[in-house]
């Protein structure tokens, strides 16, 4: 070994100098050719020099194969191109297609390059099904406002908010840096339903005080933007304190969603802008009614839906604590809600691929590990929708030192045909009576990858000796790579306890069919062959371990010691013994071992051989050994539920007090996430709060509103236990954001009873007519992002679980809990001001609104006047006979 490393050298000398020339000193010691080799001495004995061909011969050869890759049952060669951190994945694939382009040119005709694997295709398929979704729901925006407002100038100025906001918050992007991806796209969709919700109101507004009071635009634009401008305030930055925390949350879970906050939160900030520069201006100059008063509301069917609403408002002011019971019956309802909702980390989307991680039992060689995967190949590529199966055997990523790598674990990709091509989209009528009545697809040309995994993992059961896992796609995969949902981590001294323990709970699981493809990291089945030295006489030749163990690496596993150039490439040279030499334990035993004593020693003079079976791996976490159980899970069971069993089960163990568990993986991530978004709440909650005592200048306002938002909790849980969605984390930001919406209509309906009874209305009567004013815009902001969320919930494209689980919540909570929140705000509203009137009497201080004092109080200003300008007298807001009107209409409802 030595001597071929200091034989076949070529170093530089210095340089000579002969005058005005200079010249290079190079000394060259490399071996020419692969025969020359063979006359390289490595020894002299006895005056003889002893070259290489007179103890073994050179070979000419390839690298011994510890690794191969096969695409449709061919063999080939992969590459693996991962991208760096921060940088796009598109343009990234894109870069390496056009060079692939450029390769191909040059590639001999018998030479195929294709891509098998390729993120940007999913991430292409659901960006573009994004874009639809994000037309599809300003459509349906645009026509909830005509529906309601029934005046397609008013229809055209409202929805003009949306460019303007949207447009906007593109340069807002490119300013830092975000990309169009799924989570600023999902972003964007979602805010086309809440940017519009400011200009809508205020668009309203005006509109009713044209319709209602007959003031022309410019006059009805100022005064109605001015009396409601507390409140479109007041709900803008209280939304906007619900997506702030979430651009600061910590954690992985707050890397991927600070994007999508900060998105929202500066689209919601523009909204705000433009409902109070370019929605008045726009009203004023060209929004004409050319109607008599009141048409808009003299339908049939808002005349229906308005006195129903006044009837069930006024029998709930009479029956106050028959609301105050419900509402703590639902509240009390959320705790059982939770107790039976499923929680998981992440939905599962179809990709059109997945992956079966095998490993085989310890000692197979490469040949007989290539027999058995080309045989499951063979089973997984007959399977309906699989176009193409990519598999590779031993390490592939290139960290092993050549020769060495184990090739008892290799993985199985499998491609299957795009989901558009086999899945019914929402125009199928076929589509809904499967999502209403819960039919099973008949139809073979409509599956899921779910379905072709639930089959490969049928073809797997089949192999009992090895150990598999039916898994999704993994962004970096090969050499049996395994992201399994379930990773339980065990912790201990003794490896004997730990195998013990490890297997009870597999034991445990496999008795439930919940969890699949079940396996562990220890192993203790791996051939070995032990040499166990005779120290005594290992010591008296003078011959230490470490020279032991490095001439049998040497002469069994090989090992490079120079280099060999030919031409412009460099190949190893390695040093081995003959195969005859080191094929059986025999042989190894006649292996020579140096010594500086006597020379050669046979290695059988001073160790034995022993055969046994032992670990593949030792893995250990802060000095202690571990054993990480994994698993998958069968549809139906939630990551939450599955540890929570786990973790009761492990508990029943008993384990000592030096032997710990620990969730890793997704579990621990979704601990973690839960734990962000609770703190992410609490100081959403305390902003919103500060903000809205700051806006109404009363400590009893807020909390009026914000009683809204924990009536929202169960109805959005009911929608995901009958829609059959587990709590995820798109779900849980969905129950974030329904609180952060629900809360507008309160402070819509608490601004304006306040201002009615600063004009001089008793506070029931306020009430009534505030919420009877009050409830077409809320209506229609509830509708228009209903409408934005019915794409997103029914979207079967590639993302679509994901998002789903996201808007089903919103669709659920605000759809469930609209009319108990319409009853509970008005209701709250009179029981703290009862509560504050009583507090008065016993402070001895007279009440903010004291009742049958309306003639001291004088009608509000118009915002001009406020503002300091000089204005026309303007006919008040609500005319007297307006007033009698509705004091009449009241008394008789309330009757």
Same mark, same amino acid.
């Given at each position: 070994?030595?001597?071929?490393?200091?034989?076949?050298?070529?170093?530089?000398?210095?340089?000579?100098?002969?005058?005005?020339?200079?010249?290079?000193?190079?000394?060259?010691?490399?071996?020419?050719?692969?025969?020359?080799?063979?006359?390289?001495?490595?020894?002299?004995?006895?005056?003889?020099?002893?070259?290489?061909?007179?103890?073994?011969?050179?070979?000419?050869?390839?690298?011994?194969?510890?690794?191969?890759?096969?695409?449709?049952?061919?063999?080939?060669?992969?590459?693996?191109?991962?991208?760096?951190?921060?940088?796009?994945?598109?343009?990234?694939?894109?870069?390496?297609?056009?060079?692939?382009?450029?390769?191909?040119?040059?590639?001999?005709?018998?030479?195929?390059?294709?891509?098998?694997?390729?993120?940007?295709?999913?991430?292409?398929?659901?960006?573009?099904?994004?874009?639809?979704?994000?037309?599809?729901?300003?459509?349906?925006?645009?026509?909830?406002?005509?529906?309601?407002?029934?005046?397609?100038?008013?229809?055209?100025?409202?929805?003009?908010?949306?460019?303007?906001?949207?447009?906007?918050?593109?340069?807002?992007?490119?300013?830092?840096?975000?990309?169009?991806?799924?989570?600023?796209?999902?972003?964007?969709?979602?805010?086309?339903?809440?940017?519009?919700?400011?200009?809508?109101?205020?668009?309203?507004?005006?509109?009713?005080?044209?319709?209602?009071?007959?003031?022309?635009?410019?006059?009805?634009?100022?005064?109605?933007?001015?009396?409601?401008?507390?409140?479109?305030?007041?709900?803008?930055?209280?939304?906007?304190?619900?997506?702030?925390?979430?651009?600061?949350?910590?954690?992985?879970?707050?890397?991927?969603?600070?994007?999508?906050?900060?998105?929202?939160?500066?689209?919601?900030?523009?909204?705000?802008?433009?409902?109070?520069?370019?929605?008045?201006?726009?009203?004023?100059?060209?929004?004409?009614?050319?109607?008599?008063?009141?048409?808009?509301?003299?339908?049939?069917?808002?005349?229906?839906?308005?006195?129903?609403?006044?009837?069930?408002?006024?029998?709930?002011?009479?029956?106050?604590?028959?609301?105050?019971?419900?509402?703590?019956?639902?509240?009390?309802?959320?705790?059982?809600?939770?107790?039976?909702?499923?929680?998981?980390?992440?939905?599962?989307?179809?990709?059109?691929?997945?992956?079966?991680?095998?490993?085989?039992?310890?000692?197979?060689?490469?040949?007989?590990?290539?027999?058995?995967?080309?045989?499951?190949?063979?089973?997984?590529?007959?399977?309906?929708?699989?176009?193409?199966?990519?598999?590779?055997?031993?390490?592939?990523?290139?960290?092993?030192?050549?020769?060495?790598?184990?090739?008892?674990?290799?993985?199985?990709?499998?491609?299957?045909?795009?989901?558009?091509?086999?899945?019914?989209?929402?125009?199928?009528?076929?589509?809904?009576?499967?999502?209403?009545?819960?039919?099973?697809?008949?139809?073979?040309?409509?599956?899921?990858?779910?379905?072709?995994?639930?089959?490969?993992?049928?073809?797997?059961?089949?192999?009992?000796?090895?150990?598999?896992?039916?898994?999704?796609?993994?962004?970096?995969?090969?050499?049996?790579?395994?992201?399994?949902?379930?990773?339980?981590?065990?912790?201990?001294?003794?490896?004997?306890?730990?195998?013990?323990?490890?297997?009870?709970?597999?034991?445990?699981?496999?008795?439930?069919?919940?969890?699949?493809?079940?396996?562990?990291?220890?192993?203790?089945?791996?051939?070995?062959?032990?040499?166990?030295?005779?120290?005594?006489?290992?010591?008296?030749?003078?011959?230490?371990?470490?020279?032991?163990?490095?001439?049998?690496?040497?002469?069994?596993?090989?090992?490079?010691?120079?280099?060999?150039?030919?031409?412009?490439?460099?190949?190893?040279?390695?040093?081995?013994?003959?195969?005859?030499?080191?094929?059986?334990?025999?042989?190894?035993?006649?292996?020579?071992?140096?010594?500086?004593?006597?020379?050669?020693?046979?290695?059988?003079?001073?160790?034995?051989?022993?055969?046994?079976?032992?670990?593949?791996?030792?893995?250990?976490?802060?000095?202690?050994?571990?054993?990480?159980?994994?698993?998958?899970?069968?549809?139906?069971?939630?990551?939450?539920?599955?540890?929570?069993?786990?973790?009761?089960?492990?508990?029943?163990?008993?384990?000592?007090?030096?032997?710990?568990?620990?969730?890793?993986?997704?579990?621990?991530?979704?601990?973690?996430?839960?734990?962000?978004?609770?703190?992410?709440?609490?100081?959403?909650?305390?902003?919103?709060?500060?903000?809205?005592?700051?806006?109404?200048?009363?400590? $009893?306002?807020?909390?009026?509103?914000? @009683?809204? !938002?924990? +009536? #929202? =909790?169960?109805?959005?849980? /009911?929608?995901?236990? %009958?829609?059959?969605?587990?709590?995820?984390?798109?779900?849980?930001?969905?129950?974030?954001?329904?609180?952060?919406?629900?809360?507008?209509?309160?402070?819509?309906?608490?601004?304006?009873?306040?201002?009615?009874?600063?004009?001089?209305?008793?506070?029931?009567?306020?009430?009534?007519?505030?919420?009877?004013?009050?409830?077409?815009?809320?209506?229609?902001?509830?509708?228009?992002?209903?409408?934005?969320?019915?794409?997103?919930?029914?979207?079967?494209?590639?993302?679509?679980?994901?998002?789903?689980?996201?808007?089903? $919540?919103?669709?659920?909570?605000?759809? @469930?809990? !609209?009319? +108990? #929140? =319409?009853?509970?705000?008005? /209701?709250?509203?009179? %029981?703290?001001?009862?509560?504050?009137?009583?507090?008065?009497?016993?402070?001895?201080?007279?009440?903010?609104?004291?009742?049958?004092?309306?003639?001291?109080?004088?009608?509000?200003?118009?915002?001009?006047?406020?503002?300091?300008?000089?204005?026309?007298?303007?006919?008040?807001?609500?005319?007297?006979?307006?007033?009698?009107?509705?004091?009449?209409?009241?008394?008789?409802?309330?009757?």
């Amino acid at each position: 070994r030595a001597a071929l490393m200091r034989q076949n050298l070529e170093l530089p000398g210095g340089r000579v100098d002969q005058g005005t020339r200079e010249l290079v000193l190079r000394t060259m010691g490399r071996v020419p050719t692969a025969e020359g080799f063979l006359d390289l001495i490595v020894a002299d004995r006895n005056g003889y020099p002893v070259r290489i061909r007179d103890i073994g011969r050179v070979v000419d050869s390839f690298e011994e194969p510890r690794s191969l890759a096969r695409l449709d049952g061919r063999n080939a060669v992969s590459l693996i191109v991962q991208k760096q951190s921060g940088t796009n994945t598109v343009e990234v694939v894109d870069r390496v297609r056009a060079r692939m382009e450029q390769l191909r040119e040059v590639l001999p005709p018998d030479v195929e390059m294709m891509v098998v694997k390729d993120q940007s295709k999913f991430i292409r398929a659901s960006i573009h099904e994004l874009n639809f979704h994000l037309v599809i729901a300003a459509v349906l925006v645009a026509m909830t406002i005509l529906l309601f407002i029934q005046d397609w100038r008013t229809t055209i100025i409202a929805s003009l908010a949306i460019p303007a906001s949207i447009v906007t918050t593109f340069a807002f992007m490119y300013w830092m840096g975000y990309t169009l991806n799924n989570m600023t796209m999902l972003a964007l969709i979602l805010a086309i339903g809440i940017v519009i919700d400011d200009a809508v109101v205020i668009n309203e507004n005006i509109f009713r005080h044209m319709e209602e009071h007959g003031l022309p635009a410019l006059k009805a634009a100022s005064s109605a933007t001015g009396e409601i401008a507390l409140a479109v305030s007041a709900t803008t930055l209280s939304l906007l304190v619900i997506f702030l925390p979430v651009v600061f949350m910590g954690g992985r879970v707050g890397r991927f969603f600070s994007s999508f906050g900060a998105t929202v939160a500066f689209a919601i900030l523009m909204s705000w802008f433009v409902s109070f520069t370019l929605t008045p201006m726009l009203c004023s100059r060209f929004l004409k009614l050319r109607r008599k008063r009141g048409a808009s509301k003299e339908k049939w069917l808002w005349r229906a839906i308005d006195g129903a609403y006044g009837w069930i408002l006024a029998w709930s002011l009479r029956h106050r604590w028959v609301i105050v019971a419900t509402v703590l019956a639902l509240l009390v309802s959320t705790w059982f809600l939770f107790r039976i909702i499923g929680f998981d980390f992440l939905p599962r989307d179809d990709q059109s691929e997945f992956e079966v991680a095998i490993i085989l039992p310890e000692g197979y060689t490469l040949d007989r590990a290539d027999q058995v995967f080309r045989e499951i190949e063979q089973r997984i590529a007959a399977l309906h929708g699989v176009t193409h199966v990519f598999s590779t055997i031993g390490d592939t990523t290139g960290r092993m030192t050549r020769g060495q790598g184990d090739v008892t674990s290799g993985t199985i990709y499998a491609r299957l045909v795009d989901l558009e091509e086999r899945t019914r989209h929402w125009y199928d009528p076929q589509f809904w009576l499967q999502a209403i009545f819960r039919t099973p697809e008949r139809n073979p040309r409509y599956f899921t990858q779910f379905e072709v995994q639930r089959q490969a993992r049928q073809i797997m059961a089949e192999y009992p000796e090895l150990r598999s896992a039916v898994q999704d796609a993994a962004v970096v995969s090969g050499a049996g790579f395994r992201q399994s949902m379930i990773d339980l981590n065990l912790r201990g001294p003794d490896l004997a306890r730990l195998q013990e323990y490890s297997e009870k709970i597999m034991a445990y699981m496999r008795r439930n069919p919940a969890y699949v493809d079940i396996d562990t990291s220890l192993s203790l089945r791996k051939p070995e062959l032990r040499v166990v030295i005779d120290r005594e006489r290992a010591s008296d030749l003078g011959i230490p371990v470490q020279t032991i163990a490095a001439t049998l690496n040497t002469l069994v596993g090989g090992e490079p010691v120079t280099k060999y150039k030919e031409l412009d490439e460099q190949y190893d040279v390695w040093l081995r013994a003959e195969l005859s030499s080191r094929d059986r334990a025999e042989a190894i035993q006649r292996l020579m071992i140096p010594s500086p004593k006597v020379g050669l020693v046979q290695l059988a003079s001073l160790a034995r051989l022993e055969p046994a079976r032992g670990p593949a791996s030792i893995d250990r976490f802060a000095m202690q050994r571990q054993v990480v159980i994994t698993a998958n899970l069968e549809a139906g069971m939630a990551l939450g539920d599955a540890v929570r069993d786990l973790s009761q089960f492990v508990d029943s163990l008993n384990l000592p007090a030096d032997y710990h568990y620990e969730f890793i993986g997704r579990a621990k991530v979704m601990g973690e996430s839960n734990q962000n978004f609770l703190i992410a709440f609490i100081t959403a909650f305390i902003f919103m709060y500060m903000i809205l005592a700051a806006q109404f200048e009363s400590f $009893v306002h807020p909390i009026t509103i914000l @009683l809204a !938002l924990p +009536l #929202t =909790l169960p109805f959005a849980l /009911v929608s995901l236990l %009958l829609l059959r969605t587990n709590l995820n984390l798109y779900a849980m930001f969905g129950l974030f954001m329904l609180f952060g919406i629900v809360k507008k209509n309160g402070i819509l309906q608490v601004d304006y009873t306040n201002v009615l009874r600063q004009r001089g209305l008793p506070r029931d009567q306020a009430i009534l007519e505030a919420n009877h004013t009050r409830l077409r815009p809320i209506l229609m902001t509830t509708v228009m992002l209903i409408a934005a969320m019915i794409p997103i919930a029914l979207g079967q494209g590639p993302g679509a679980a994901s998002r789903a689980s996201l808007a089903k $919540v919103i669709l659920g909570g605000q759809t @469930l809990s !609209l009319l +108990l #929140t =319409l009853l509970v705000t008005p /209701v709250a509203y009179s %029981l703290w001001d009862d509560l504050s009137r009583w507090v008065a009497r016993r402070a001895a201080r007279p009440p903010k609104y004291p009742e049958g004092a309306e003639e001291q109080l004088e009608p509000q200003q118009p915002a001009a006047a406020l503002a300091g300008g000089e204005t026309e007298p303007e006919m008040p807001l609500e005319t007297p006979a307006a007033v009698r009107r509705s004091k009449t209409r009241l008394a008789e409802e309330m009757a």
